[in-house]
């Protein structure tokens, strides 16, 4: 552990002295024409009626695109590429946490339609208007366009 | 950085250890970069909070970016924005360490710009949601979960508050003049008994007390004509939309909602009839806020009615004619008196029987005609009230209804509400509120974020932005560079998923 760490004070001492060496106005650009093709990427599967007849699909690209997007940023721009090892003290655990943030609400609101009473589901919203009914209600409808045609459930 | 004089040395000589006091940057980004971590959590919470939301609400209700008016364009228009102010903002920060001030102010105004820009498309957006009646909480949010007897019951209930506030309106424009007159000739006569009064020489008590209350009622009445005439101008002004509006709103008042509600109100529980009243209500809610998924559905549920509403109307006619047929010389004669070949308009008391002496059961089949004839004009009017205000093609690739505009071209339909700005009736998007909480928070936070930076910016935009400045630059836009971060994940979350 103390090698490590000499290492690392070695490292950032020396390197902090030529930052600028780091960047570079190409290393830059390309990181942002990267980061512009990439939003195009998830701009066309998003509207892709294909891709998203499967969301799934779309939901995965999107995000992976997303993460991908996120990691040029933190990598490049924010310069954590060039950092010492401080950086996974301060990004590892917060990223954990949030993680863990999101399954916690995942049983009590993720999952809070499968616990509804039938009054509260009298208010909740429904599906598409054709969803709404059966389609063995639909039949019925279309065979009793008379009221008084007698089709009684019971 | 690292310093080597510890004060103690170690036994085994050859290893040099080193004491670090901090990390090997400086104080401001270590703070920075705490904060940071604090807003990963913070904004992951909310990103989280919206996932589990989203994918939690009643299974294919959560509305679509265009049953919302979301376009996707400007949501990527925004990405791209902040990308490029990412991108100068980094190239400002390598220009100052490279000690070029100048140029680095040129990027760090570009940021500060493109800052601006970004809050500036983003007000359209919250702008084209608030013009639709989408707003996080109410009383401004119209948003129905579904299309029940609550929502149409809403729809009537704004409907009538319109008519019933042009019509009073109306009323008060016409009576006017008449309350102008009655208020100026209180006025002459008050004046002239005044003048009578303070000719007097010597006043009893109790004219006394009547000068003084003229005094004090000539200007309350001058006020009040004031006012009059204030008010007038105002209802004048309006006259000319109300005209216009007022028949809409009864039209569609009574052939679309009270139509609605009676059908959605029938007895009776059988499915045929239950499915019935349930597609009366879509079709209300479509016309208003029309849904893609819904179209569909709907074109079937019109389809039904008019079957339904040709079918009955038949039988009425039949029965009509076999009671006309059957019909005494007596009830003819008290026919002829109602007056009710043609058809009266609904809302005609047509159903008081005439106070002729007439049998029960003839007044029993005259009653019956009326109701029969009320019936009649009700559908007929909900037909003509369909090819005006719902005057639509329903185009079966497209799975959409279309209109034809004034232009002759021929474009997907977006409701009354779209049609008539001013009718602002409640609308039935599913999920539609919870789906307006977490968008209006989530770019809301966003935003407030994108405000803070730019306040910074404008602290720093004066600064000579040389090399000693690197570190602020440094920083400042390890806090932009975040914003931008978040609006990576936003821009698919709420745009394109």
């Not at chain 1, 996974?88 to 946490?97: D, G, K, R």
């Not at chain 2, 703070?31 to 959590?41: D, N, R």
């Not at chain 2, 007097?200 to 006020?223: C, G, Y």
């Not at chain 2, 279309?402 to 002759?408: N, Q």
Request: proline letters at 4%; one cysteine or more; charged letters at 20%.
């Amino acid at each position: 552990m103390s090698h490590d760490n000499v290492g690392h004070a070695d490292h950032a001492d020396s390197g902090h002295g030529h930052d600028q060496s780091h960047g570079g106005l190409g290393k830059y650009l390309i990181v942002g024409g990267l980061l512009a093709v990439l939003t195009a990427i998830s701009f066309a599967a998003g509207s892709s009626k294909t891709i998203m007849s499967t969301p799934q699909l779309g939901w995965t690209i999107m995000i992976a695109v997303s993460c991908a997007k996120a990691m040029l940023v933190m990598l490049f721009f924010m310069h954590l590429i060039w950092e010492a090892n401080w950086k996974y003290v301060l990004t590892v655990p917060a990223s954990i946490m949030s993680l863990f943030l999101m399954l916690m609400l995942v049983p009590d609101v993720g999952l809070r339609t499968r616990n509804y009473s039938e009054e509260r589901l009298l208010r909740a919203a429904t599906p598409a208007a054709a969803d709404s009914n059966s389609p063995s209600e639909e039949a019925e409808m279309k065979e009793g366009d008379t009221p008084t045609d007698g089709h009684k459930q019971h | 950085m690292a310093q080597h004089d510890s004060g103690h040395h170690d036994d085994h000589g050859h290893i040099q250890l080193e004491y670090q006091p901090s990390l090997p940057i400086n104080n401001g980004k270590v703070i920075l970069w705490l904060f940071l971590s604090t807003e990963i959590m913070f904004f992951s919470g909310l990103i989280g909070t919206y996932i589990v939301l989203r994918f939690g609400s009643p299974a294919g209700t959560w509305p679509g970016p265009h049953d919302v008016h979301v376009v996707e364009k400007l949501g990527a228009l925004n990405t791209f924005v902040l990308i490029c102010s990412s991108l100068s903002i980094v190239l400002s920060l390598e220009a100052a360490r490279s000690n070029k001030a100048s140029l680095a102010k040129i990027w760090f105004g570009l940021t500060f710009f493109l800052a601006f820009v970004f809050l500036f498309i983003k007000g359209i957006e919250y702008n084209s949601k608030f013009d639709h009646g989408i707003y996080p909480q109410k009383p401004h949010s119209q948003i129905y979960e579904k299309a029940d007897i609550y929502y149409v019951s809403a729809v009537r209930t704004r409907l009538n508050e319109l008519v019933t506030k042009w019509q009073t309106e109306d009323t008060e424009l016409a009576t006017a003049p008449n309350t102008a007159k009655q208020l100026e000739d209180e006025q002459q006569s008050a004046t002239a008994r005044r003048d009578a009064l303070n000719g007097m020489s010597n006043r009893s008590e109790q004219e006394n007390d009547e000068l003084r209350q003229l005094t004090k009622r000539l200007p309350e009445i001058k006020a009040a004509l004031g006012d009059l005439a204030s008010k007038t101008k105002g209802l004048e002004a309006g006259s000319a939309d109300r005209k216009v509006r007022l028949p809409i709103a009864e039209s569609i008042l009574n052939d679309f909602a009270r139509w609605a509600e009676l059908t959605a109100a029938t007895a009776s529980d059988d499915l045929v009839t239950r499915h019935k009243r349930q597609a009366a209500m879509e079709i209300l809610a479509y016309q208003v806020y029309p849904l893609h998924r819904d179209a569909h559905a709907v074109s079937e549920y019109l389809r039904a009615e008019e079957a339904d509403r040709n079918q009955e109307a038949a039988k009425l006619a039949a029965e009509r004619a076999e009671l006309h047929g059957n019909a005494t010389a007596a009830t003819l004669e008290a026919l002829k008196a109602l007056d009710l070949t043609p058809a009266p308009e609904p809302g005609a008391d047509a159903a008081a029987p005439p106070s002729t002496n007439l049998s029960p059961e003839e007044s029993a089949v005259l009653e019956r005609l009326a109701a029969i004839d009320k019936r009649l004009a009700q559908t007929r009017h909900r037909e003509e009230a369909l090819d005006e205000h719902f005057a639509v093609r329903y185009d079966s690739n497209e799975h959409t209804f279309m209109h034809t505009g004034h232009d002759g071209h021929e474009s997907e339909w977006h409701g009354l509400n779209d049609d008539y700005h001013w009718l602002k009736l409640p609308m039935k998007i599913p999920s539609g509120n919870m789906w307006a909480s977490t968008y209006f928070l989530l770019t809301g936070f966003h935003a407030l974020h994108v405000v803070v930076g730019l306040i910074v910016f404008a602290c720093i935009i004066p600064l000579k932005l040389d090399a000693t400045r690197a570190n602020m630059i440094e920083n400042t836009g390890l806090y932009w560079h975040f914003v931008d971060l978040v609006w990576i994940f936003l821009f698919p979350l709420l745009y394109l998923f």
